[in-house]
């Protein structure tokens, strides 16, 4: 990979293989439903015009991404919601939130001290969620109430997800940190890395992908 991976402080807790399927499957989200979602993300992308903008492909991406992903979560009782247009997916005990993010190419490297970042700058709904997983993690260990100890901690986790070219790598994390300068995350407390979901299509217009991310001017209720 061409790019520099940005290192943290203190190592993350990385999960691969089945105990990453074991972990997500205690969250209540299913490694193949994820798996569907990028899939359909792909053909979406595949699909775009070629007179489409040329942000159309990777954009076209993460909308049906978003909307395969949460499709089959509110199947399961999830609550999707799109606060400020920022959507989202949370789990029916109310402890986990997903939400929905194109990563740079270190998405899925199994380096416990390298931090994937968003592909791009992410905004004041992406530094809100993450101040509220670091807030309830201060007053509880991340365990709240009727959710028994041991479990993966409650807060807002990201999908990451990056297009290479052979395949489409993803990760469901949490956020350690958010650096409201530079608009990023700073590191993750745990990532769940999934197996990447090989494709037959090389030949992509939209290596990696885009997302969108939205300024709200009151982000006390995210």
């Keep these: ?7 943290a402080g203190e190592p993350s807790s990385v999960l691969r293989g089945k105990d990453a399927n074991d972990y997500l499957e205690r969250m209540g989200l299913r490694p193949v439903e994820i798996h569907e979602a990028l899939k359909a993300g792909d053909v ?13 492909p990777g954009l076209n991406r993460w909308i049906a991404t978003v909307h ?4 089959l979560l509110h199947k399961r009782n999830w609550t999707c919601e ?8 949370t789990s029916s005990d109310g402890a986990y939130t997903l939400s929905f993010v194109r990563g740079d190419a270190f998405v899925a490297d199994p380096d416990p001290l390298v931090v994937p970042k968003a592909a791009r700058r992410r905004g004041p709904a992406t530094r809100a969620a993450v101040q ?6 201060s007053v509880s260990n991340g365990t709240p109430a ?19 070219e052979d395949e489409i790598r993803s990760e ?6 958010f650096d409201p300068k530079n608009e990023q995350f700073t590191g993750w407390t745990v990532r769940v ?8 299509r090389p030949d992509i217009r939209d290596i990696g992908g885009d997302d969108v991310d939205f300024t709200i001017t009151d982000i006390a209720e995210h």
Excluded at 1 to 7: F, I, K, L, V
Excluded at 68 to 71: A, G, N
Excluded at 82 to 89: G, L
Excluded at 132 to 137: E, P, R, T
């Design 82 to 89: 799109d606060r400020q247009n920022r959507p989202t997916a």
């Design 44 to 56: 979406a992308s595949e699909n775009t015009p070629p007179y489409a903008p040329a942000t159309a």
């Design 172 to 177: 469901v994390s949490l956020p350690s940190g």
């Design 193 to 200: 890395l999934l197996e990447p979901l090989k494709l037959e």
């Design 146 to 164: 009727g959710l028994p100890a041991g479990e993966p901690p409650a807060g807002a986790w990201f999908l990451l997800y990056y297009r290479d």
């Design 68 to 71: 395969t992903i949460r499709e």
């Design 132 to 137: 509220l997983s670091l807030n309830l993690a």
């Design 1 to 7: 990979m061409s790019e520099t991976a940005a290192y």
